[in-house]
């Protein structure tokens, strides 16, 4: 990672809770993050605006929660075994694998001439590399290239004590497998009809390389999903509808639209499913990648599905008595690239402070109290019993360390909305000074008005 925002992104994610690298005590794992304590509030609160969108306030959506591990069957019938693999090289010497072409950097066969001394320039140890060469890009190896091959991105494992082919089992690869699986049993226990989704938020497993741009792509990631069942004939109305309600969830999040680029996905470059896709692409400091995704999958699972499995997951028309697979929009969203691209959007340096300035239904806290000083008991005991009122119904944090103005600060930086003062006035007019993190205006008001003044200002 080279971008200066990046880091400060990651530099900030670390020393204030918000993303901690994996198993860091151990040396950490390539490409491995936790969310920390603030972390986990902002990815929350971002499912939990997501759900309320797509799946609470609308009467055509049903929700789903399936399992990580899932019938071998399930991924050949979905082509997940066939399909899902992409070209590596794997070195002879230490066996680590490689994209056999990322820019054209790796399968030296095909770098041209005028390539190697820009990628000899970005080496900053070990040996250089040649018109012709095939060798291990961990200078430290150095080893010879196999040729390329197709892997499966698969993430495997075993289910019961034995390890043999009847026990294998793999980590799912994508959240929609399971909404069509359980197809027919949303049919048979709930009222929908055409049109209607089944949302899912959960984790996906990637055994794919992963290069490293913090959060951006992991082995181990989280969607946020729908597959929406229509009608052949209107795909394409229900493919633009979903698409204007994505671009919509960007502008939710705060995200600056002119960032934003709808990019349509050639034949040759979609997934084996795929009839239509369009990718959302983001000006992310490392280049223009993807965000989210929207894909038209045609019949193509539940017709699968129902020749694998020999089960009828066909829809009847109640009215003509009708019986035919769906077809289905897929909107997606990642869980971690909506983290990642909001705090890219919120993170600003404003003379001597740094600030999140997140959108307040995404802040980990909505507010903090203080106490003036924290050596006066009574601005003390006063600030904990705002605190405890207010905690009732938002997310909010009560510090008392160190001077006013360092504390102000630290909220700016992790992206407080509101701080909430309590001083020696406050102990006779029975008010408060709450202090806005993005203009930094002051205002007093009675703390018997303090959860309207918030309400007030989150829904605006």
């Known amino acids: 990672m080279t971008n200066d925002l990046l880091d400060k992104i990651v530099s900030l994610c670390k020393r204030r809770g918000f993303i901690f690298p994996g198993s860091e ?11 920390g304590p603030l972390g986990v509030e902002l990815k929350n609160n971002i499912k939990q605006l997501w759900w309320k969108k797509f799946v609470q306030s609308r009467d055509d959506m049903v929700g789903l929660d399936t399992a990580l591990i899932m019938n071998p069957k399930v991924w050949e019938a979905s082509g997940h075994l066939k399909n899902f693999t992409d070209p590596l090289v794997e070195c002879k010497k230490c066996h680590r694998r490689f994209p056999a072409i990322t820019g054209g950097l790796v399968d030296f066969k095909k770098i041209k001439e005028d390539e190697f001394e820009k990628f000899n ?54 959240t929609a497998q399971g909404m069509f699986v359980d197809f027919k049993n949303i049919l048979d226990t709930t009222r929908v009809s055409l049109p209607f989704g089944v949302a899912q938020i959960g984790k996906a497993f990637r055994n794919e390389i992963t290069p490293g741009n913090f959060i951006f792509r992991t082995r181990e990631f989280e969607q946020m999903e729908i597959e929406y069942f229509i009608r052949e004939k209107d795909w394409e109305q229900s493919f633009e509808y979903w698409k204007k309600e994505m671009s919509d969830w960007i502008k939710e999040l705060g995200v600056d639209a002119k960032k934003v680029h709808e990019v349509e996905i050639p034949e040759g470059e979609r997934a084996h499913y795929s009839k239509r896709t369009v990718d959302f692409e983001y000006e992310f400091p490392f280049g223009q990648k993807e965000l989210y995704g929207l894909a038209y999958r ?32 897929e909107p997606t969203w990642g869980v971690d690239r909506s983290a990642l691209v909001v705090l890219l959007e919120s993170y600003a340096e404003e003379e001597k402070r740094i600030v999140l300035k997140l959108p307040f239904k995404l802040a980990p806290y909505k507010a903090a109290v203080f106490p003036l000083l924290a050596n006066k008991p009574e601005l003390v005991e006063m600030a904990r019993k705002i605190y405890d009122d207010l905690r009732k119904d938002f997310m909010v944090v009560f510090d008392g360390r160190g001077n006013i103005g360092k504390r102000y600060y630290s909220q700016d930086e992790i992206g407080t909305p509101f701080c909430v003062t309590v001083d020696f006035d406050s102990l006779e007019k029975g008010d408060v000074t709450i202090r806005n993190r993005d203009t930094m205006k002051q205002e007093r008001v009675k703390i018997e008005n303090i959860k309207e003044f918030l309400e007030k200002e989150f829904t605006k």
Not at 134 to 148: N, S, T, Y
């Open 121 to 174: 320039k970005e080496i900053k140890k070990g040996r250089k590399y040649t018109p012709g060469e095939r060798r291990c890009i961990d200078f430290d190896c150095g080893g010879e290239l196999m040729e390329p091959k197709q892997f499966n991105l698969m993430f495997l494992t075993y289910m019961g004590p034995t390890k043999d082919t009847s026990s294998v089992a793999y980590f799912r690869p994508e």
């Open 298 to 329: 045609t019949d193509f699972d539940l017709k699968n599905h129902e020749k694998f499995s020999g089960q009828n997951l066909k829809y009847k028309d109640l009215e003509t008595g009708e019986e035919f697979w769906p077809h289905v929009i």
């Open 25 to 35: 005590i151990y040396g950490g794992l390539a490409n491995s993050w936790d969310y």
